[in-house]
């Protein structure tokens, strides 16, 4: 099994910045593609950023220009610099590791909140 532990969020005003990191347990971590969603009372789970294992990106239309994925293998964590943040981003921010078309592991989601 892989187990995944998000940090990073927390409270901030509009304009604000946050970081998220999501550390992964397993040594092949850099085989595996990787994302961070987020889930809003009400809403469904959406993906917001994905990050292949090698390095490509790709992000929703609501996040492009301020949110940023990257990782570090040898650190084993996914990251997201989130930037401009606005009330609309306040969600609970959950990472993900696929591991093969059948087989995805999450973590237990940090909580992000926007407002004044």
């Known amino acids: 099994q892989v187990q995944l532990e998000e940090s990073g969020g927390g409270w901030v005003q509009p304009g604000g910045s946050l970081r998220l990191s999501c550390a992964a347990s397993r040594n092949i971590f850099n085989i595996y593609n990787m994302g961070w969603y987020r889930q809003a009372p009400g809403k469904q789970r959406e993906s917001v950023a994905t990050?292949?294992?090698?390095?490509?990106?790709n992000y929703a239309d609501s996040v492009k220009g301020r949110f940023t994925i990257s990782r570090d293998n040898a650190k084993k964590t996914v990251y997201l610099q989130m930037n401009s943040l606005k009330p609309e981003d306040t969600a609970v921010y959950y990472c993900?590791?696929?591991?093969?078309?059948?087989?995805?592991?999450w973590g237990q989601g940090t909580q992000v909140t926007v407002s004044s």
């Open positions: 990050i292949t294992s090698g390095g490509g990106t």
């Open positions: 993900k590791a696929i591991l093969g078309p059948a087989l995805s592991y």
